[in-house]
């Protein structure tokens, strides 16, 4: 079966078992700012203004043993959906994503989130001297053994309540990856990239963790490419399998590499031609 195959499949069983619980998801449960669902919580909290920008975050809480998904889900999984068009007095919100875990379990490796994760937001208001309230209507997944679809309605108008600026500063700073290019120095880099060395479809990668911290490199790639990451081997080389692509798709394609170890977290684009090597 194609991992496309598989993908499809899992999304269309998260839905369907969603239908079903759709009653008991995303009902307040007395929290104030909170919306309670399945298995998890989710509010809006607001930061400070700096010029015509504010920071402002989606606080995330999930209860023991459950996990909820990054914006690449992996080879399962449902990624959040984001819908602000309620919102009022609002240019655009930048959505910052921190570094996720690598997930293994019978439906294959997903990248997710445990316990409790803040998106830190950028906000672009359209006028600095009038309010500006979020609006958001988000779709998430819920999984331990099975996963369900989760969803919310939040609103929150920045800067009406008390600021949780330092705490979403500290997600943007700490827990956000950095841009790095290819080779740059660091305790965490991508050190080169070339072919795979079984001589198929794909790269691989050397890379640089601080000591006793298993890097993780995940492959985020456009909509028909597919790519499979393979664990680390005792050299920290990673292969990145090619596993499906666009017909008749000549490249070049840009991808975005992660690379994570330990509470670091650095994020890298490369070109690759068709074939799924470097440029």
Not at 81 to 99: L, M
Not at 243 to 254: I, L, R
């Amino acid at each position: 079966m194609s991992s496309m195959v598989f993908r499809l499949r899992s999304i269309s069983s998260l839905f369907c078992l969603g239908l079903l619980l759709l009653p008991s998801l995303g009902v307040a449960q007395g929290m104030p700012g909170w919306s309670q669902g399945l298995h998890s919580r989710v509010r809006l909290v607001s930061g400070d203004r700096t010029g015509t920008q504010w920071l402002a975050g989606i606080d995330m809480a999930l209860d023991p043993g459950f996990k909820t998904y990054w914006r690449n889900p992996g080879e399962s999984g449902l990624p959040p959906r984001f819908d602000w068009a309620g919102s009022e007095n609002v240019a655009s919100v930048d959505v910052k994503w921190p570094a996720p875990s690598r997930s293994e379990d019978g439906a294959g490796v997903s990248y997710v989130y445990h316990d409790n994760v803040l998106l830190p937001l950028v906000v672009q208001a359209v006028d600095v001297a009038k309010p500006v309230k979020l609006v958001l209507s988000i779709e998430y997944g819920i999984c331990k053994d099975i996963c369900i679809p989760a969803n919310a309605t939040l609103a929150l108008t920045l800067g009406a309540g008390p600021s949780q600026q330092a705490e979403i500063a500290a997600a943007l700073h700490d827990k956000v990856p950095r841009v790095q290019a290819i080779g740059a120095p660091g305790p965490v880099s991508i050190l080169s990239l070339g072919p795979n060395t079984d001589g198929k479809p794909g790269f691989s990668a050397t890379l640089k963790s601080p000591p006793g911290e298993a890097p993780n490199l995940f492959v985020e790639a456009p909509e028909g490419w597919y790519f499979s990451t393979a664990k680390p081997d005792d050299h920290n080389r990673v292969s990145v399998s090619l596993d499906e692509k666009p017909k008749d798709a000549a490249g070049p394609v840009t991808v975005t590499l992660t690379l994570v170890a330990g509470q670091n977290a650095v994020e890298s684009e490369v070109k690759l031609d068709a074939t799924g090597k470097p440029r």
